[in-house]
């Protein structure tokens, strides 16, 4: 779950420096959604959600890794309504791909008895996802897009939290807690 937890934090926390139009992103998104795949690789015996998502966390990768490139060429302010229409269908999968790996966690706690902190992450994710949406109604209201944009960053170190709370219950978990699988 460590590998998920660094995915997340990589893809849930942009930090960028502009040059003009260029955009050179700090924490890449793609690279976060490679770590997804390193975790779900190492959880998918516990769950067939971790199994399905997978394609789409490796479509992911490459719409991600094209969407950085387009960024540090300043291709993307050019991309106008497109770009925005791009930037919500990525922004959906990802909520698509957070949810179903919730789901696996809720999945773990019901097949195997443990607690590891899925109803709080489902809960912030249902608010992330409210907020995220919200952003790009921002972006025809910009005197919203700052409020809903720093809620949304907040809410994402709140997720970010309760996904670190998860991962070390399952770290502490004993090794016979999965015996059988």
Same mark, same amino acid.
Do not use: C
């Given at each position: 779950?460590?590998?998920?937890?660094?995915?997340?934090?990589?893809?849930?926390?942009?930090?960028?420096?502009?040059?003009?139009?260029?955009?050179?992103?700090? #924490?890449?998104?793609?690279?976060? &959604?490679?770590? #997804?795949?390193?975790? #779900?690789? !190492?959880?998918?015996?516990?769950?067939?959600?971790?199994?399905?998502?997978?394609?789409?966390?490796?479509?992911?990768?490459?719409?991600?890794?094209?969407?950085?490139?387009?960024?540090?060429?300043?291709?993307?302010? /050019?991309?106008?309504?497109?770009?925005?229409?791009?930037?919500?269908?990525?922004?959906?999968?990802?909520?698509?791909?957070?949810?179903?790996?919730? /789901?696996?966690?809720? !999945?773990?706690?019901?097949?195997?008895?443990?607690?590891?902190?899925?109803?709080? #992450?489902?809960?912030?994710?249902?608010?992330?996802?409210?907020?995220?949406?919200?952003? &790009?109604?921002?972006?025809?209201?910009?005197?919203?897009?700052?409020?809903?944009?720093?809620?949304?960053?907040?809410?994402?170190?709140?997720?970010?939290?309760?996904?670190?709370?998860?991962?070390?219950?399952? !770290?502490?978990?004993?090794?016979?807690?999965?015996?059988?699988?």
């Amino acid at each position: 779950m460590r590998n998920i937890f660094i995915g997340f934090f990589l893809i849930f926390l942009d930090l960028n420096l502009t040059f003009d139009t260029s955009v050179l992103g700090l #924490l890449p998104d793609f690279v976060g &959604y490679l770590f #997804l795949l390193r975790g #779900l690789k !190492e959880l998918e015996a516990r769950s067939t959600r971790f199994v399905q998502i997978r394609p789409f966390v490796i479509g992911m990768v490459i719409y991600s890794a094209v969407i950085y490139v387009l960024d540090l060429l300043g291709i993307s302010v /050019q991309l106008d309504w497109l770009g925005l229409l791009i930037g919500i269908v990525g922004t959906v999968v990802s909520l698509y791909i957070s949810y179903v790996i919730i /789901q696996g966690v809720r !999945e773990m706690e019901t097949g195997y008895g443990i607690d590891l902190n899925g109803q709080k #992450l489902e809960s912030l994710w249902k608010i992330m996802a409210i907020v995220q949406m919200l952003v &790009y109604v921002g972006a025809f209201l910009p005197i919203l897009l700052m409020l809903f944009a720093i809620v949304g960053v907040v809410l994402s170190i709140l997720f970010l939290i309760a996904w670190n709370h998860a991962r070390k219950r399952y !770290e502490a978990l004993p090794p016979q807690t999965f015996s059988g699988t």
